[in-house]
């Protein structure tokens, strides 16, 4: 009884310190909207958070390993693992006004923030059995038009991010070297934007499904 | 006697079987079956007593598994299957073919203008064991291993293709290129070779005991022993000592040409091969009350 009261207070302290991080992200970007009137080049203003706060994520990888979390492991490692190459792997290394202060940045955030606060929001809600149907409905509404958004974003940012991988062969290693054995980083970052193409259907139909699973009864019963 | 036969996921029920006796065998009733409906091939067929139970084996006689006039068995169709024997060897002639075009022929579109002459002479000793490694699976498909199933779902043709000839192109790529790097260590490649033959003899070893283990024609399962063969005693510390020797052969691969792709192709298939290893010594000691203790299941005595 006494482990069952610890994880749940776990969950609901892991859940919500995430809703604060992503809101306070949203609450930034919108002070600096104010002071500056521009919707763009918040990425200085709120990176420590967007490093930290995404990192994080890795622990929801362990949760499900440890059955702390009824999901796959190997889902949510592919979810976590996509946001860690966009920040880390695009993001913060290459420093370029087009990849950090673009419209690609922009439009990822903007996506990310709205369904991250909604995501982990619904988990803490739902565990202390208070979830109102209104956060419920948009969790499994908004991503509808977020997710294409948020995609076309990152593709966006990967893309403008090319040229410079290419010229400066970050995380590359060539051949001849002891260990016989060469990695591209920029073809990597092609190969992930090609990978897209299957994956973005696939994962889109499936909240599609869940949309039809979870809220489809009560469409039909409010008509 | 009459069988229902029932879907086991929906319930439904889709065939009442008759002319059956209790001495009848699962395999009876497979061909029964396969008059009725849809004409299920038969190796797509597999009946369990309970619905989510365990897939019932073709010798298994009706009266032994409780079952008399009027009672159900449930059907899962497999899907399209595909022999063992024909997957184990296009998955394996593939390999071959790809390594050596590879090392012989340093295509154009890989390597562009850069050619390597001479070549280094452990690039044709790695070609030489990778095509003894290959040969001697394919001889051991034809002639040594005995399946307990004679078929597998058809898409994992694919998959094991995929992965098999995907990881020779990968390495061959490393090995055979004309900017490869000598390991400067000459008694570095010498224990590498060594390694690696030792491994190749002692996984071959292994699968000529399991064949023996198990006589022509029958299904019975023993618990494996060392025999005359010192290869063998691994065995007495491991489940799947065959395994063991594989990674040792891939281990000794890398350590000989110092090819961090062939050292990728080891952990991908210690993972895998772990997995393997870990059910069926789970396995052996469900099944064998006597299963000796200290044995671990693919790397003595660590796992």
């Known amino acids: ?13 892991y859940n919500v310190m995430m809703t604060a991080g992503w809101s306070s992200m949203g609450l930034l970007w919108i002070q600096h909207y104010k002071n500056t009137g521009n919707f763009f080049g918040v990425y200085d203003k709120l990176h420590m958070w967007l490093k930290v706060v995404q990192s994080m994520a890795i622990l929801e990888v362990l949760h499900c390993a440890t059955g702390l979390v009824r ?23 290459v420093s370029e006004p087009i990849v950090q202060h673009g419209t690609g940045f922009a439009l990822l955030l903007m996506a990310w923030v709205i369904t991250e606060v909604l995501r982990y929001s619904f988990y803490w809600l739902t565990i202390l059995d208070m979830l109102p149907y209104l956060i419920k409905w948009c969790r499994y509404t908004f991503f509808i038009p977020l997710y294409p958004i948020g995609v076309f974003g990152e593709l966006f940012t990967i893309y403008a991010a090319l040229p410079y991988l290419k010229a400066s062969r970050l995380y590359s290693v060539e051949l001849p070297n002891a260990a016989n054995i060469s990695f ?3 073809v990597y970052a092609i190969v992930t934007m090609v990978l897209y193409i299957p994956v973005f259907p696939m994962l889109y139909c499936h909240m599609l ?3 039809k699973k979870i809220l489809g009864n009560k469409t039909t019963k409010s008509n | 006697m009459e069988i229902v036969v029932v879907h086991a996921a929906s319930g439904k029920e889709l065939a009442r079987l008759n002319n059956l006796s209790a001495s ?6 497979k061909k029964t079956f396969h008059k009725h409906g849809k004409k299920v091939a038969l190796h797509r067929q597999a009946f369990r007593t309970e619905p989510k139970g365990r897939t019932l084996n073709d010798n298994e006689v009706l009266k032994s598994l409780q079952l008399s006039s009027g009672s159900t068995l449930y059907f899962k ?10 997957v184990f060897l296009v998955e394996y002639a593939g390999p071959l073919v790809v390594y050596l075009a590879i090392y012989w ?16 002479p452990i690039t044709t000793i790695a070609a030489g064991c990778w095509t003894l490694h290959y040969t001697k699976r394919l001889l051991e498909t034809l002639f040594v291993h005995r399946f307990s199933h004679a078929t597998m779902p058809l898409s994992n043709i694919f998959k094991n293709c995929g992965y098999y000839w995907g990881f020779a192109a990968f390495i061959a790529y490393y090995v055979n290129h004309p900017l490869y790097t000598n390991p400067a260590n000459e008694l570095q490649m010498k224990l590498g070779f060594l390694g690696f033959m030792l491994c190749e003899v002692g996984n071959l070893s292994i699968h000529v005991a399991l064949r023996n283990l198990r006589p022509a024609g029958s299904t019975e399962r023993k618990i494996p022993v060392a025999t005359w063969n010192p290869f063998t005693s691994l065995f007495n510390f491991v489940s799947c000592p065959n395994y063991t020797y594989e990674i040792g052969a891939w281990a000794s691969f890398t350590v000989m040409t110092q090819c961090g792709a062939a050292g990728l192709f080891a952990v991908a298939g210690f993972y895998q091969m772990a997995v393997w290893a870990l059910g069926k010594h789970k396995n052996y000691k469900k099944e064998f009350a006597s299963y000796p203790r200290n044995r671990k299941a693919i790397i003595p005595f660590v796992i």
């Open chain 2, 24 to 29: 009848s065998t699962i395999l009876d009733v």
């Open chain 1, 184 to 186: 591209s980083f920029y």
């Open chain 1, 71 to 93: 999901s796959s492991v190997w889902l949510t490692a592919a979810q976590v693992y996509s946001r860690i190459f966009l920040v880390w792997g695009i993001i913060v290394s």
């Open chain 1, 209 to 211: 499904r869940q949309r």
């Open chain 1, 1 to 13: 009884m006494l482990q069952k009261s610890f994880t749940t207070f776990y969950l609901v302290f």
């Open chain 2, 105 to 120: 022929f340093q295509p154009r579109f890989l390597y562009g203008r850069l050619h390597a002459d001479p070549r280094f």
């Open chain 2, 77 to 86: 169709d497999l899907g399209p299957q595909v022999g063992w024997k024909t």
